[in-house]
């Protein structure tokens, strides 16, 4: 089964940006859509932004004009770039597999990367 590490979590003022990474431990890009999810205290986990294994991408809403997904495939690595962050985007972000299945268990999910955006 691949693994995926999340990193580039952290705390940032409003307005700051950040770039999450999400590592696979072999190259699954080229043939599974990826997915990056966040979920905020009290609230469910929601889809943020995903990227198709031929590179079309899309995201959430909120989000749209501020956080950007991309891949690196000789890296086995899939980016998050998010700029313009506000206080909203504070959440646990995950990087796992577009769709989700709904058999997976927090277990699956793992500890994420938080980002807490605060002044």
């Known amino acids: 089964q691949v693994q995926l590490v999340e990193s580039g979590g952290g705390l940032v003022q409003p307005g700051g940006s950040l770039r999450l990474s999400c590592a696979a431990s072999r190259n699954i890009f080229s043939f599974t859509a990826m997915g990056w999810y966040r979920q905020a205290p009290g609230k469910e986990r929601e889809l943020v932004a995903s990227i198709t294994s031929g590179g079309t991408t899309n995201y959430a809403d909120s989000v749209k004009g501020r956080f950007t997904i991309s891949r690196d495939k000789p890296k086995n690595t899939v980016y998050l770039q998010m700029n313009s962050l506000k206080s909203e985007d504070t959440a646990v972000y995950y990087c796992?597999?577009?769709?989700?299945?709904?058999?997976?268990?927090?277990?699956?999910w793992g500890q994420g990367t938080q980002v807490t955006v605060s002044s």
């Open positions: 796992k597999p577009y769709p989700p299945e709904p058999n997976w268990g927090q277990a699956y």
